[in-house]
C-alpha cells in the first residue's frame, strides 16, 4: 500500500474503527526506546481534536521497566472497557515513587504510547497497533543523546531489558501500520495481512 502523509486522515481513519475496550477505541503506538512515538502520539493526538494520550513511562517504574502489566490492567484497562474514568497514579522518576492520580475519561479514542504497548496482553484491547519504524540503534542514539550523560547508566540497564522485552513479546510482527519519520513529517502504510 502506498504511504499516507496527513495525520488528518489517520485520525479519520482511527476514528471510524469499532470501539475495542468498552467505549473506547484504545490505539497503541509502540516502538523503540527513543524512535519519536512520544512526539507521534502528540501530534496524532491533536489531530483527533485532543485525544488523552496514556504514556508508559508514567507507568512503568526503576523496579518494574516492563513489569506493570498487572497495574494498568487494574487502574486502566478495566474501568475504560466498563466506560468508567480510570484513575491511575503516574510514577515520578526523580523522586522514585508514584505521583498524585489523574483521571483518564473513556474518550472515543485513548493512545497508549510507549515501549510495550504492542504487547501480547495489551493487543485484544487495541483497536490499533501502531509500530514507529525507526531501526533500534538509531533510536537508542537518540534517545542516549536526549538525556545526556547523567543517564548513561540507566540505559545500559533499559537496552538489556529492551532487548529481553521484544526477545519474549514482540510487537513489530503484530503492527497494523508501519510509521516512519519523514522530512516533511510522518508516512505510515498498512501492513500486509494485518488485521482489519
Given at each position: ?18 470501539p ?9 503506538v ?11 502520539a ?56 508514584f ?24 493487543r ?25 550523560r ?11 531489558a ?22 516533511t513529517?510522518?508516512e505510515?502504510?498498512s501492513?500486509?495481512?494485518a488485521?482489519?
Amino acid at each position: 500500500m502506498e504511504p499516507h502523509q496527513s495525520l488528518e486522515s489517520l485520525a479519520r481513519e482511527l476514528g471510524a474503527l469499532p470501539p475495542s475496550l468498552g467505549p473506547v477505541r484504545l490505539i497503541a503506538v509502540d516502538g523503540h526506546a527513543g524512535s519519536g512515538k512520544s512526539t507521534f502520539a502528540g501530534r496524532l493526538a491533536e489531530a483527533l481534536g485532543g485525544a488523552p494520550v496514556l504514556h508508559l513511562d508514567d507507568v512503568a517504574t526503576h523496579a518494574e521497566l516492563f513489569g506493570w502489566e498487572e497495574r494498568l490492567r487494574v487502574q486502566v484497562l478495566e474501568p475504560l472497557a466498563a466506560g468508567r474514568p480510570a484513575h491511575w497514579a503516574p510514577y515520578d522518576w526523580v523522586e522514585r515513587r508514584f505521583g498524585a492520580r489523574r483521571v483518564l475519561e473513556p474518550a472515543p479514542v485513548v493512545l497508549v504510547e510507549g515501549v510495550g504497548a504492542g504487547r501480547r496482553a495489551l493487543r485484544p484491547c487495541l483497536a490499533r497497533l501502531l509500530w514507529m519504524e525507526t531501526p533500534r540503534a538509531q533510536s537508542w542514539l537518540r534517545g542516549r543523546n536526549r538525556d545526556g550523560r547523567e543517564l548513561s547508566d540507566f540505559w545500559d540497564e533499559w537496552e538489556r531489558a529492551e532487548r529481553a522485552h521484544f526477545s519474549s513479546d514482540p510487537s513489530r510482527p503484530f503492527a497494523d501500520t508501519l510509521v516512519r519519520q519523514s522530512g516533511t513529517g510522518y508516512e505510515w502504510s498498512s501492513v500486509a495481512g494485518a488485521n482489519p
